[in-house]
């Protein structure tokens, strides 16, 4: 059982990778990429997010041809596990095109989330 | 700043481009048959280059070409103080659009000798064209652009192109879709600026 549960964390990014539990989502916000269609490059740095990312309500004021970022904060209820999801799209009409996702495990983004919800 | 018309193909540039190495080889062929009709390394070199520069002219000359021009104008543009706030290199078409000063230049594939500048207030209207077509689950393009009508002329960007059609939903075409709506958006609030 532990293992098929180990398998199926690997397609659910909402399960903890320890304890492969259902995990809890913290917080969720919009933010905009300042980075123009066709030329997206992947960042692992998160600094590079921090400096750049532009804080919106909702994915129309993203100007078109620019990427959008939804920030996930996810808690394991069970171990207590923090991962933060970074979820990069580009926002086409009403659809939107996948581009990558990033996590950061260690709270890297935790300070800019909570100044941005002050913001 | 230049009042006159769009221009997008040079009639003379095209026509030499494919009739050029066609007049080479009947030149080079009737050579060959007047001064070598005994063959030999003459008769060789007149009946075999003249073709296999043709194949290489056609295949390779206009993307030099083309390649070399956009190079040029985008340093021409520069000493000019023409602010590139947007450009777009499409296959047949490059576009740059200054949004400050609200000018538009041209460069076309078939025209590549003659650099367009021009206000961007004499575009009517610009769109996007995203080729969908057929129903159901053949739903789909294969070409995706951006359209412009300068003084009654359109000009067509294309965004993407394929020779398959591609679901509405790839990534191919909402790339494209996404690129063609955002010229157009620049186009028009350049537009806006100006006035």
């Known amino acids: ?119 | 700043m230049e009042n006159k018309k769009i221009k997008k193909i040079n009639f003379v540039y095209l026509l030499g481009y494919i009739f050029g190495p066609v007049i080479l080889c009947a030149i080079c062929f009737t050579l060959g048959m007047f001064i070598c009709p005994d063959g030999g390394t003459m008769a060789v070199v007149l009946f075999m280059c003249p073709p296999l520069l043709s194949m290489v002219w056609w295949i390779c000359a206009g993307r030099f070409l083309f390649k070399r021009k956009k190079k040029a104008l985008e340093k021409e543009l520069d000493e000019q103080g023409f602010s590139r706030n947007q450009t777009f290199y499409g296959d047949g078409c490059m576009v740059v659009i200054d949004t400050n000063k609200g000018n538009m230049a041209l460069l076309f594939f078939w025209n590549p000798f003659e650099k367009q500048i021009f206000p961007v207030s004499r575009i009517e209207k610009a769109w996007v064209d995203d080729g969908r077509s057929g129903a159901g689950f053949l739903e789909g393009s294969s070409r995706v652009s951006f359209l412009f009508k300068v003084d009654g002329i359109t000009v067509r960007v294309n965004t993407f192109t394929s020779n398959q059609r591609w679901r509405m939903d790839t990534d191919y075409i909402l790339t494209g879709i996404s690129k063609a709506d955002m010229m157009v958006k620049v186009i028009e609030d350049a537009k806006k600026k100006v006035k």
């Open chain 1, 1 to 119: 059982m532990g293992l098929f549960k180990k398998i199926g964390s690997i397609f659910h990014d909402d399960w903890c990778r320890k304890c492969q539990t259902k995990m809890e989502e913290k917080k969720r916000q919009l933010y905009m990429l300042p980075m123009t269609v066709g030329h997206y490059s992947s960042h692992s740095d998160a600094n590079y997010y921090k400096k750049n990312l532009i804080k919106v309500n909702k994915k129309a004021d993203i100007p078109v041809g620019k990427y959008a970022c939804g920030i996930i904060k996810y808690k394991c209820p069970k171990c207590g596990y923090k991962i933060t999801k970074l979820s990069i799209f580009l926002p086409v009409r009403e659809q939107e095109k996948y581009e990558d996702s990033i996590y950061f495990e260690n709270g890297e983004l935790d300070d800019f989330i909570r100044e941005s919800e002050r913001a």
